[in-house]
Every structure is written in structure tokens, then in C-alpha cells.
């Protein structure tokens, strides 16, 4: 197979080159399509192998009772099950009288100490009532937000009680309050959802493990009071509203009837639109599992099911029908389909009228055997200050009780175990690449005492890992090094020369993400200033290999490709691991023993710093999910010896030095 790379040398180092300091190729795919762009396309290409595998396993299912009772499994295995039931210690704490329906303002604990701000709309009517669960999306005001108040209020005058409450990140539940701010510190919901999410991944969980808990909990106070109907249950919610619509609809049977808005679609559209979303939307290794959005509508059916879907929405409205046609023909085989149904407004995203009025029509029809196609009501909407249930607003300061960061510090002690390297292995799914499946020269040139050749070699189909590999002059096996750095082979200059004059051949890489191969930005300023190149982390852990072993790999493949030369010996091969080239590196040496020396440069001090702490920076590349469970860097770093491990200097999750 011929590789499509057109390779031109741009320039050495300063000292040595007459066009410049630049170590990188200048790059192009003879199909035009750019080399920044390769390591997402392999990962959609390996998501799309997941995913098609997926097709076929369900095009083989029968016994569709025991594919609920597998996705149900894999849903709780995959976000770390569900904490223990304990006291909800709910109480109201004020009421707001409306026209035909009254709200309560209810706090109730989903954990101990953990509190949850909820409003419950009653109707002005003859209980029991049917009963509606209604989480919320990301937009401002959380249950204040106007849309909002028009679905609770609109289905409270037409006899359903509902209960609403602020998730975390929002309303009076921000995890990460800044006093002087008045607000977030992180200002997005969605962000802290990601600070908070990264953190229990390194714990094995997903952040849902919290959202789908406030939720069932959510519904345990709503069946709790005396005016509920057990037997007559619904939910639904728009965006992350919609998102948990799906989750508690899959997961819990208490619900009968489940209409999501603007969430529902496919991973193969998200992947080729608008990537993955926040944390509590992305469960690690879900697309190696096996599942994907249809699984949601499937895991409950036959019961009445509305997707409510936005044509302009940036969940795509394609991924949207490929899901209703495949969950269609489920509910087909079970002679159940009348109970799926879609409904699209030509509008974006959000609970619009349209589909606020085929969500009362749905619910009016399925939890009370009636039709209603009365217009929607205008309502008198409260504030947030009238709608709040602490005084000043906020958990955090009234109440001082628990935070997802303090539960993570608490979940760490729980479920910390003393591993062993075998634990690394078995996480991270390393594999060692005993040589490189392809390697391509593209030329040498004169590099003082010492020649340059510039090379790509393919660490699996499709991964391609641009390096330079510096010989010196002379013959006989000699000691070789190499180098990878966070920034890329271009800011290892100083320590190829010194490696040179040592006598040693050095190959400096840029290993898939960095260097040459770095993608270009994806999301917002801030979104990468916290997190790195999100998409690509995320898309590699659904997958179900984190990008920061993937890089590992990479490592590996370059020991394989040294060893194998005839002036290099094998039994001195050292790395050099950088910034954000530094744990790659830690766990390359620890995980191939080809690697006789390591030493590392700006590496993570740990993971659990991470959990310590509230906010970190660009840590997310590496993270492997489930590590602490069973290790941290240190352990890795000890587990290399008697091979030395040399660290020149550490950073903590802020990036900032440790003594």
C-alpha cells in the first residue's frame, strides 16, 4: 500500500540548517484532505467499526427482553452503578399560588448531605394525579427558565403533577461557587459538569452516576407524596433534560410513558457533526460496548415512547430518524407500533410551542386515556428569586453541604485498592508494538557530525507518526534515545544535540495529537484552555482506549522501529518524555521493557491531585478511565525499577511546578 503523505523537509535546527529552525515536514494528502485532521478520522473510522458491529448485532437479536436487561447492565456498569438509598429528609420550605395549580418549593438529599433544589407543581384539582418528571437542560435559570415554567405549568393546569430541580452546575446548585462572582467559576454549567466529569473518570465512574441519581431520587420524592399516581408516570425534559429522559426512562421501571426533546440521535451523526457533548452525556467505552442512542428507545419498550426532535437543531435531525426507524421496528416486532412515535417542528433547539404541545397531547393521552388538543395556556411566569428554596440562593452557601468534588474525594477512598503492573496493563489496554507495521523514508541530510533522516512509520493502519531520526557519524551499535514532547519534535532541539554529542542516535516523534499531527481547535477558547483537544480525548475513551495510551503505543512502535536497526543497541535505549509528552512516556517505559531509561519533564504529579483539587488544566489527554481504582503515576513510575526513572520536574493539575 502506498502512503498518501508528500513529505518536504522545511528546515533543521538553526545551528545547522540554511532554511530555518523548523523540524517539521510540510504536509499533504494526495486526496486533499489535511494530515491535523488524521487522528480524528482514524478515531471515526474506529468508532464507525463499533458501531457497524453494533448493526449487526441487533440485526440478529430476538429475545429482546434480554437485550434490555444487557443494555440495562451496561448502563450502570459503564457510569459505576448507583450509590445506596438512604433518607431523602425532604422538606417544603414555601409555596407560590397560581391560577389552577400550586408550586412547592421542596429540598430533599439524593446523598447525605447532598442537597437537591426542586420545585413541585400541583394542580388545584381531585388527587391522585398523574405524575411527570421533569429534569432540566443547560439553559439560564434552570427551573426559572421560561420554557420550562410554560411545560410544568401548562401540564399542571391540565392535571399532571410534575417535579423539577435545579441539576448540578446550575440554578442554586453551581458545585463551583465563586463568591466575588457571583456565579460559577467556571461560568458554563456545562464546563463544571466537565471539571467535575474528568475527575470521576479517573475514579471509573461517569459523571451521570450523579445526574441519574438526583433524577431517581427526583422521582422517589414525586411517588413519595400522597397525591401521586404510581401507576400513571411520565418524564421528560429538554437538551440535558432530554439527555436524562432517556437515561431514567432506560433505567428505571417506575416510568410509563417517556417523551425526550432535542437530545435523541445517533453517535455516527454526533461524531460527524458536533462531537461528543459534556461530560454527563458520554459514558467511558460505550461505542466498544456496543450501544448507542436507539438502545435508549429499545431498553423501553414497548411503552409509549415521543421523540421530540428540532429539524434545525444541532443534534442532527438525520441521526434523529435512522434512531426512530431502528427502535420502529422493534416496537413493530412486538406488535407495539402505535406506542413510538416522533414528532419534528421545523424550528432549533429547545422545548418550543410545537413540541410543548405534542408533549401534552402525548402525556394527556397516554397517563389518562383522554385526548386534549386545547391550545397552550399563557402563564404568569415567577422569577428565579420566587422560585428559589434557599435564601441566598445558592446550596453552596446556605446550606454547606456536600459537592460533587467533596463525593469524589470520598468515592476515591472507597473504591482505591492496592494494584499491581498487571492492573495497567488490563486497564489501559496497552499493547506493545513490537515493530512498526510500515516504515517510509522520505530523505537525509547532513546534520553537523551526524545525518538526518526524516521518516513516517505507521503505528497501526491509518496512524501515521512523522519523525527524525539523528545518526552520528561513524560505525558499531551505539546508545539511542527517544523524544517526545507535548509541543511536538520541533522543541526538542536542545536535547537532540546534547544526546548527539553523547554519541548516541536520538529519533524525536511527534506521536499522534502533537506536533505536526496536532489537530486543529475544535471547541471555544475556554473549552481547550480547560480541557485540551476535548473531542478527540472523548472519542478515544468511547472507543475504549484513551488517547494518552494510544500515544504510548506510539512510543512503543519507535523502540520497535530502533531496535531493530543494525547501529543501534538494543539493550540502551532510553526516552525522554515532555509536557505533555511526559506520562505517555511514564507509561510506555513501565509497559515495554525495550525501554531501559526514562525521564520526564513537566509530568503530572498525579492523578490524585486531580481529585484534590476543584479545577484543573488540559489534564483531560491524560487521563486513563478506572486508574484509580487500582493506580496512580507514582505507582507506575516505582512499578519501572530496577529500570532508573529520572523526573526532572513535575506539575499539578493547574500546571503550575511542585516542589
Known sequence: MRFCFLLLFLGAFSAHSQTGDSL??????????????????????????????????????????????????????????????????????????????????????????????????????????????FPLGHEAGAKAHSAWQMVLANLAKRGFMLLAWDPIG????????????????????????????????????????????DSIRALDYLLSRPEADASRVGITGNSGGGTHTAYVAALDDRIHAAAPSCYITNWRKLLDTIGPQDAEQVFPGWLAAG????????????????????????????????????????????????????FEADDGHGYTKPRREAAYRFFT????????????????????????????????????????????????????????????TRITKFQVRPAPLRVHGYGSQPFGRARMHKLVYETEPG????????????????????????????ATRDLVEERLRAGEAVLSIDARGFGETAKSPGKSVDWQRYFGDYDTAMTAILVGKPIVVMRAEDISAAAGLLTQRDDVDA???????????????????????????????????????VIEGRIHRRVFEQVVPGALRAFDLPDVARWIAP?????????????SPVE
Request: charged content about 25%.
Open 24 to 133: 517539521n515536514f510540510f504536509r499533504a494528502l494526495e486526496d486533499g484532505r489535511r494530515a491535523d485532521e488524521m487522528l480524528t478520522r482514524h478515531l471515526h473510522q474506529r468508532a464507525t467499526r463499533l458501531l457497524e458491529e453494533r448493526e449487526r448485532r441487533i440485526g440478529e437479536t430476538r429475545d429482546w427482553n434480554s437485550y434490555r436487561g444487557g443494555f440495562r447492565t451496561a448502563l450502570l456498569q459503564a457510569i459505576g452503578g448507583l450509590p445506596e438509598r438512604t433518607p431523602l429528609n425532604a422538606r417544603v420550605v414555601g409555596t407560590l399560588d397560581r391560577d389552577g395549580y400550586r408550586i412547592e418549593k421542596v429540598i430533599f438529599e439524593s446523598r447525605p448531605r447532598f442537597y437537591v433544589t426542586a420545585n413541585l407543581y400541583l394542580p388545584k384539582g381531585q388527587p391522585p394525579y398523574p405524575a411527570i418528571l
Open 170 to 213: 446550575q440554578g442554586e446548585r453551581i458545585q463551583i461557587w465563586d463568591e466575588d462572582l457571583r456565579a460559577s467559576k467556571l461560568i458554563q454549567s456545562t464546563t463544571e459538569h466537565t471539571m467535575q466529569g474528568i475527575q470521576s473518570l479517573l475514579l471509573g465512574d461517569a459523571l451521570a452516576r450523579y445526574t441519574i441519581w
Open 291 to 342: 450501544y448507542d442512542h436507539p438502545d435508549f428507545l429499545l431498553a423501553f419498550a414497548p411503552k409509549p415512547y415521543l421523540v421530540l426532535s428540532a429539524v434545525r437543531d444541532f443534534f442532527s435531525i438525520g441521526g434523529a430518524r435512522e434512531t426512530y426507524q431502528q427502535a420502529k421496528r422493534v416496537y413493530d416486532v412486538m406488535g407495539q407500533a402505535d406506542r413510538l412515535q416522533m
Open 365 to 424: 393521552r397516554n397517563l389518562k386515556g383522554t385526548e386534549d388538543s386545547t391550545p397552550e395556556f399563557d402563564i404568569a411566569l415567577a422569577t428565579e428569586r420566587e422560585l428559589n428554596c434557599t435564601a441566598t440562593g445558592q446550596v453552596a452557601t446556605a446550606l454547606e453541604g456536600e459537592s460533587v468534588s467533596s463525593l469524589n474525594r470520598k468515592r476515591l477512598e472507597e473504591v482505591r485498592r492496592k494494584g499491581t503492573i498487571e492492573d495497567v
Open 463 to 490: 496512524v501515521l507518526v512523522p519523525a527524525l531520526l539523528f545518526v552520528p557519524e561513524g560505525t558499531g551499535r551505539r546508545a539511542a534515545s527517544i523524544l517526545v514532547h507535548g509541543r511536538g519534535k520541533s
Open 571 to 609: 539493550s540502551r535505549l532510553s526516552l525522554y518524555g515532555f509536557e505533555a509528552g511526559a506520562v505517555p512516556a511514564l507509561y510506555a517505559a513501565a509497559l515495554d521493557q525495550r525501554i531501559r531509561a526514562v525521564t520526564l519533564d513537566g509530568v503530572l504529579t498525579s492523578y490524585q491531585s
Open 643 to 655: 529500570r532508573p526513572v529520572r523526573i526532572l520536574s513535575k506539575v499539578d493539575p493547574l500546571g
